[in-house]
């Protein structure tokens, strides 16, 4: 049993595109995240969900939009892609502080 | 306030060696402390935490690590290190902020072991 599934796992697409990354997680955690990496391996943390609650909004561009249908599934949508958006994005679950990560999204804007 | 300080962003050593991975960390209340590891193309998986206790904690594959406040510092070592040791490591910590356990990560170390 995966406890923290992504889809897709790859997703290449053209600049000004819209695109949804999935996450769902049947550890049956409050808590999720999303995550993004860059090409360096840098992790930034960009929105965190509790509950379906928004709990932590860091700088992203509103472009980027989390939604948090039940407690199981945080989904991210994208619009207008960018060339910068180019990353891994990881979605993760916490129990108390630790954190179980999925196994990653890598999107390609061309 | 918190931050996390990984010192060198890419460590070699020969296998069977000694690994010592730098992590020092700023917190304004007492803090969690974890390595995690990511494998090429894998997400993270938790090597090892710190929360209360004793400060030398163990982990998967012989990794272990020790907390210690005075220095503010939370390294990782392992005795020998295996090929299959390579990969990137990642220290963190969480620390409570306005009701929720607030996680920030440093920037990695890619371990490379040499044959």
């Known amino acids: 049993d995966t406890a923290v599934s992504q889809t897709p796992k790859y997703l290449v697409t053209q600049m000004g595109n819209d695109k949804s990354i999935k996450c769902e997680q049947n550890?049956?955690?409050?808590?999720m995240y999303w995550y993004k990496q860059d090409s360096k391996k840098f992790l930034k943390i960009m929105f965190s969900?509790?509950?379906?609650?928004?709990?932590i909004n860091e700088t992203v561009p509103n472009r980027f939009s989390p939604k948090s249908p039940d407690k199981a599934h945080l989904n991210l949508h994208i619009n207008s892609l960018e060339l910068g958006d180019s990353a891994v994005y990881f979605c993760a679950t916490t129990r108390g502080a630790e954190q179980y990560f999925g196994p990653g999204t890598r999107l390609t804007v061309t | 306030a918190q931050s996390v300080t990984q010192l060198g962003s890419h460590v070699s050593v020969s296998e069977g060696a000694l690994v010592l991975l730098r992590c020092n960390y700023s917190?304004?209340?007492?803090?969690?402390l974890f390595w995690y590891v990511q494998y090429p193309n894998q997400g993270l998986q938790l090597l090892l935490k710190?929360?209360?206790?004793?400060?030398l904690v163990k982990g998967i594959n012989g990794f272990e690590a020790e907390f210690k406040k005075s220095e503010t510092s939370f390294h990782l070592t392992k005795p020998s290190a295996h090929m299959s040791d390579a990969a990137e490591y990642f220290c963190?910590?969480?620390?409570?902020?306005?009701?929720?356990?607030?996680?920030?990560f440093g920037t990695g170390t890619k371990l490379q072991v040499i044959p």
């Open positions: 710190y929360t209360t206790g004793a400060t």
């Open positions: 963190a910590v969480s620390a409570a902020s306005g009701g929720y356990q607030k996680v920030t």
């Open positions: 969900y509790n509950n379906k609650e928004l709990i």
């Open positions: 917190s304004s209340v007492p803090p969690y």
């Open positions: 550890l049956g955690h409050d808590t």
